[in-house]
């Protein structure tokens, strides 16, 4: 059992000012005075509300999923406050698009914005050539685009979502609203039969901040108060039975901020990583999430009383948290039945038994005084490709951490193995699509690039830091 501490103190705020560390992690240029957290009037202690769903169906060619996205910069209610945000279909907490594999997937995107945007769907194993998930072009102000690729048969089962990747304003436009999560059916038929019925519940964790009545898109400080929220939602409760065990989607859909989730009481069953099912159950007593992690776990409640989910103080190095709570479990009713957790899900191919067709070295590296960051001494360029790859091989990457925070690593299209951290083994019970790089240290990783051709991004997570050049082009090849 993986045990770090656990706090056991409920903290319910609804104003939280954030202590500086250092430099601003944004390294944006935002003031000392940046717009405070608090939503005067603000609604607590509503039930958790749950996001509307978009779901495949069948139709006369097999399953798929067709959803549209209006993208406006449209008035929104937060927790009882209006204001005006960047919004999916007039919402500042839009659908979940839920998806089984072998889908065909269409997505069409309405843009009312005055500026520019794209959409990733973050995690998904699916072609990056246009029409497919590809961040490197755009959609122009005033004009449509419809996304379409095919889910494979086999794409793993778990939460994944999607946000906009427009580079340079991505930090801004998912800051304000552009992002929901996305389902992938099928994680629960992996469960042990008792379980799979049990209660579902997404969590999409995002903050904002408020300025003349509007969540901001510019300057933004992410060391600065910032209100959190679950669903859109400021505080909601959850109802629980007494000893009744809950499957919970944890996704930071956020921007910027980490967060270092803990439920009191109670410790957090992991039983998917960013998508992955995995082949050992392991529990934590807190879950750290940076920017894009997605955390699926069994809960068991208390016999009584309630609970808290909260986020607890964190130092990234850059940035430094609070504990803050996101939401409240209210234990009533009839005491559940006695369940058995898992121990396993499903197997995962082992990348380290696989012999490396190529090992590379990144260096992750940042002037922070004139907010630019670098991969391997390089800030991205549409124009250029960084990393050219071939279809159906295995690398091993070493990636570094030349700075003194943390940066969240994610690739597009394919996940990897983690195979060591600061020289130590790490031992993978799953593949991932986002590792915390260390600061001043590194992580190993290993990928196997499969099915698909094309041009993709890795970067770090953090948008603020991919908006201003931590981003690279990677190119996979056919095989010569």
Known sequence: MVRAFRTLAAVALLTVSLLACGDDDGGDGASPSSPPASLDGAATGEP?????????EDG?????????????????????????????????QPPLLEMTPGDHVEITIVN??????????????????????NVLMTIPAGESFTYEYDLPDDHAPGTYWYHS???????????????GVIVIRGLDELLPADLRDVTQHVFALKDIQIEDGAIITDNIDSNASTTRLVNGQLQPVVTMRPGEI????????????????????????????????????????????????????????????????????????????????LATVAIDGDPAPELSLPTSLAPFDD???????????????????????FINGEMFSHDRVNTVVQLDTVEEWAISND????????????DFQVVS????????????????????????????FTDFLGKYVYHCHILNHEDNGMMAVLEVVAAA
Do not use: C
Request: proline share 5%; glycine share 10%; aromatic share 6%.
């Open 165 to 179: 990747h427009a580079h340079g304003i991505s930090e801004g436009q998912v800051f304000a609203g552009m992002s």
């Open 48 to 56: 958790l509300a749950a996001p509307e769903v978009i779901a495949g």
């Open 421 to 448: 951290v600061n020289g130590e083994a790490y031992d993978a019970v799953s593949l991932q699509d986002t590792v915390i790089l260390p600061p001043g240290g590194d992580v190993v990783i290993r990928m196997h």
């Open 112 to 133: 009312g914005l005055d500026e520019a945007t794209n959409l990733h769907t973050h995690g998904l194993h699916v072609s990056p050539i246009t029409p497919g998930d």
């Open 60 to 92: 006369p060619g097999g399953r798929q999923l067709v959803a549209k996205l209006e993208v406006a910069k449209a008035p929104t209610e937060i927790a009882g406050v209006e204001m005006t945000a960047l919004t999916y279909n007039g919402s500042f």
């Open 246 to 325: 809950q499957l919970w989607r944890l996704a930071n859909v956020g921007a910027d901020i980490f967060y270092r989730v803990a439920l009191s009481g109670a410790e957090l069953h992991v039983i998917a990583e960013d998508g992955n099912p995995v082949a050992q159950v392991r529990s934590f007593d807190d879950l750290v999430m940076p920017p894009g992690k997605r955390f699926d776990v069994l809960v068991q409640a208390a016999d009584s009383g309630s609970m808290n989910l909260e986020t607890l103080g964190y130092d990234q190095g850059g940035d430094t948290y609070p504990e803050v709570t």
């Open 403 to 414: 700075t003194t925070e943390q940066h969240p690593f994610h690739i597009h299209v394919n």
């Open 351 to 373: 990348l380290r038994e696989v012999e490396a067709a190529e090992s590379r070295s990144f260096a992750f590296t940042e002037d922070d005084a004139n907010n630019q960051f």
